[in-house]
């Protein structure tokens, strides 16, 4: 029943940055084909660049030309929510530690850390010569401003919970002391680029919203909304200089068009790929596709408080009904792996669990002890056209509950008018997704915990509440996972939610684009890639 | 096609004869009006093929080889075939089937919808033109409003309001399409209240309810005719759009537009996923549209003549 369909990925030597620091040498120099070249029109605002620019100008590299599909609301890392703004972002700005290949945390701005015998202080010394977009110094004042900043506003705030304070010991030297053990804490600091370093000074100045100032490969230089974001080379970047000039992002919203752009040589790389296309693509030459098993899990919640919801064999009767792996051949095609729980396969943390498997006969007996009569239940069931496979997954669920007399009622509605409904709990159940993490109480504790802030289906169970809390706070590796073991079965035993599958992440990009990787955590990092002709 | 039964009921008139002249001339105005229209070639092929999509929406469920919710997998896709005449969809769905299921969504909606609005529209138009003064201000101004709206977006926002269902999207084509009966109405009201056979009748001291039934309805009926046929094509084409933009008609059961809809994703696996549907919708719509023109010209009299003139010459030269 389980079914992997990983392509192979175009896996390229990853460039991963020189640390010399010296000038990356380029390849492919003529690679300046159709590139835009507004960069080089940009006004030069800082002046510090220029010494180590000098006049041979770091040989022509080209601008990449991605296509995103949606605009970033505004790119302030430490306030946006759109995973548009952070695949512009993910090359703007940096981490204290960032995720490698195999998504454990590895050094960034920080060069190296150290926890106290109680668990409860973090060292962190930073990277010596790291520069700002601005050219000034990163010091340990900027790293305090940009998490307190967090801290105190955002929709981050909730990774930074178990912190009580973060001091600038020195200019190089950051101590966050804890109010309990937090054994997730790199993966809170570094799991995705919410949690930027960026300068004190545009902190206080609040200048970040219009002009971005990062670390990182690429700085800001323009951003048009609705049509496109523009960034170019940092010629200091502390990893070792990319090898293209800049990239263009244009935002292009419809997923046909967006590949025909890809097709038709428009644009070299695009951020997803519908799952239904990935067939064709592949037969084609002139397009490579990087497809990776992904964290994302989609779901069916249903509604606890509404009957006969509220009861478990109700509940447990539906997830018996379906047969995820129609369900999920149906959404998603070949590109995503049917599991009953949240973490992908791939992940350290996941826990191999088939509780209910497809049995109609155990739903109708269920259902009998339930003393639901058959026709009595019609789920009203809410999904949105915004993630058209939810309106797919919809039909086939109402085919598959309708062999057992269960009704369902399916209301398509825009994304806006569906989240007020889920805040208001105006449902019965409905279907979506969420973007999976790397750290496990990303995946359960928002979610199931009772007092979790996304627990819309409102499930209430002392036992998962007990082992949630306690994993947070679990520093010994195994026991943890151990926890979180317990968690989702008992998560997925209560038919908390009713899970379905992972679904694949799905780049692609032309072939003169070489050194790009799909990454299971979605980060688009553009520093190592270099166009050819 | 209710003001054709309400012309019959003019006949059992038994007082002021020598007034009811123009309504003598009723009874057998219909029937010639509908002998017109079947010799205009086009209008007749326009009726046959509606009935025939009407016999198929009532039927339905019974005439369609599959079941609403037969999916196979191991069949997404498959093109065209004996066994499935318009091929199926991405859930291995029957596409004709779909189609003929479809028919019913759609021409329900456009026939309620446009029935109420024809009620409702014909009776505002009716008291803002009979009445005149702050009541026509007031109506038609509310009308003027309603109609600055583009009839889609004002469809779309109506059903975004009151949540997407069968009976909303009804509601929302009716309030869009009122005011363009409540206008037309009210314009050929203007007109017939001031003709000389109503001012005769209210001299002998007919009351309001009498004028308006007896005399000024039937004479605004024939634009009204044309009208509703017209919107009928129109809202074909509304519930299509709201369906297309997914605020229509809701999974799993099949509309024109929704199919319209998702086929768009599927471009690439199967033309038919998109030419079928969208044929279904271009044979209803132009078929409305030919019984409307063909209804325009055998309801005015002077187009009348000229068509007669016409086809007794076709006739003519055929022979």
């Known amino acids: 029943m389980r079914r992997r369909s990983l392509v192979p990925i175009v896996v390229v030597a990853l460039g991963l940055a020189a640390c010399n620091g010296g000038e990356e040498v380029d390849l492919g120099d003529a690679a300046d084909d159709e590139a835009l070249d507004d960069v080089e029109d940009a006004p030069d605002d800082d002046p510090e660049d220029d010494p180590d620019a000098d006049p041979d100008e770091a040989a022509e590299g080209g601008t990449l030309r991605a296509a995103i599909g949606g605009d970033p609301d505004q790119l302030n890392p430490h306030t946006t929510t759109s995973s548009f703004a952070f695949t512009v972002l993910e090359n703007v700005y940096d981490t204290l530690v960032e995720p490698g290949d195999d998504l454990t945390m590895e050094p960034a701005l920080a060069e190296s850390w150290e926890v106290s015998d109680d668990l409860l202080t973090w060292t962190f010394e930073l990277r010596d010569g790291v520069s700002f977009h601005d050219g000034s110094e990163l010091t340990a004042d900027d790293v305090v401003a940009s998490y307190e900043f967090i801290a105190a506003e955002g929709d981050n705030a909730f990774r930074l919970d178990p912190v009580e304070s973060f001091e600038a010991v020195d200019d190089a030297t950051v101590e966050i002391s804890l109010e309990r053990p937090a054994p997730n804490l790199l993966e809170q600091l570094g799991a995705f680029k919410g949690m930027a370093i960026a300068p004190a000074e545009a902190i206080d100045a609040g200048t970040l919203d219009d002009e971005p100032v990062g670390t990182g490969p690429f700085s800001f230089v323009s951003f048009t909304p609705g049509d496109s974001v523009e960034i170019e080379r940092y010629d200091d970047y502390w990893g070792g200089t990319a090898a293209i000039d800049g990239v263009h992002f244009q935002v292009i919203p419809d997923p046909g068009v967006k590949l025909t752009n890809l097709e038709t040589g428009e644009v070299d790389w695009i951020d997803s790929v519908p799952p239904e296309q990935v067939e064709t693509l592949q037969d084609l030459d002139d397009v490579e596709v990087g497809q990776v098993a992904g964290n994302d899990y989609h779901y069916l919640a249903l509604n606890h408080e509404v009957e006969p919801f509220d009861q478990v064999e109700v509940r447990q009767a539906i997830a018996y009904a379906l047969d995820i792996a129609t369900i999920t051949e149906a959404a998603q095609f070949e590109a995503a792996t049917p599991n009953e729980t949240a973490i992908p396969e791939t992940s350290f943390w996941y826990f191999d669990h088939e509780r209910f498997g497809t049995d109609p006969d155990q739903a109708q007996q269920l259902l009998d002890e339930a003393g639901v009569e058959e026709g009595e239940i019609t789920i009203d069931l809410m999904v949105t056209n915004e993630f058209p496979e939810t309106v797919t997954a919809a039909e086939v669920i109402s085919s598959q509950l309708g062999e057992v007399g269960i009704g369902v009622d399916i209301r398509t509605e825009d994304f806006s008018t569906w989240l007020a409904d889920q805040g208001d709990g105006d449902f019965d159940g409905f279907v979506l997704s969420w973007i999976g993490n790397i750290d496990p109480d990303d995946f359960y504790y928002a979610q199931h915990h009772s007092e979790g802030i996304n627990n819309f289906q409102g499930f209430a169970d002392d036992e998962v509440d007990q082992l949630l809390d306690d994993a947070r706070e679990e520093t010994d590796e195994d026991t943890r996972k151990d926890l979180y073991d317990q968690a989702a079965e008992r998560i997925v035993d209560q038919a908390s939610y009713i899970y379905f599958y992972n679904s694949d992440i799905i780049e692609a990009w032309a072939p003169n684009v070489s050194g790009y990787e799909t990454r299971p955590d979605q980060a688009t990092r553009f520093r190592g890639v270099s166009l050819e002709d | ?319």
């Open chain 2, 1 to 319: 096609m209710s003001d054709q039964e309400q012309q019959p009921t003019d006949a059992p008139e038994p007082r002021g004869a020598g007034l009811e002249q123009p309504e003598i001339e009723h009874r057998p105005r219909w029937r010639e009006t509908l002998s017109v229209l079947m010799s205009n070639r086009l209008a007749a092929v326009g009726l046959v093929v509606l009935v025939v999509m009407v016999v198929t929406a009532i039927l339905g469920h019974r005439l369609a080889p599959y079941a609403l919710d037969a999916q196979d997998l191991t069949r997404r896709f498959d093109p065209p075939s004996a066994d499935h005449w318009f091929g199926t969809d991405d859930l291995g769905q029957d596409v004709f089937s779909r189609v003929v299921i479809g028919a019913r969504s759609s021409l329900l909606v456009a026939g309620v919808s446009v029935g109420i609005s024809m009620v409702v529209g014909t009776l505002l138009g009716l008291l803002a033109g009979y009445r005149g003064g702050w009541m026509d201000s007031t109506l038609m101004r509310t009308m003027d409003v309603l109609f600055a709206f583009p009839v889609v977006l004002l469809a779309i926002a109506l059903v975004a309001v009151f949540g997407p269902s069968l009976r909303n999207t009804m509601l929302a084509i009716a309030v869009v399409f009122t005011p363009i009966f409540a206008r037309v109405v009210r314009g050929s009201v203007l007109s017939v209240r001031e003709q000389l056979y109503v001012r005769a009748v209210r001299s002998l001291g007919a009351g309001d309810l009498r004028i308006v039934l007896r005399h000024v309805l039937p004479n605004v009926a024939a634009p009204v005719l044309v009208q509703t046929s017209l919107s009928l094509a129109f809202a074909i084409l509304t519930e299509a759009a709201l369906s297309y933009v997914g605020v229509g008609v809701q999974p799993p059961t099949p509309a024109w537009g929704s199919m319209l809809s998702d086929a768009q994703r599927y471009m690439a696996q199967g033309w038919w996923l998109s030419v079928f549907p969208g044929l279904a919708i271009f044979v209803t719509v132009m078929s409305f549209n030919l019984l409307g023109d063909g209804l325009r010209d055998a309801l005015d009299p002077q187009q009348r003549s000229i068509i007669e003139a016409r086809g007794a010459g076709a006739k003519d030269g055929d022979a």
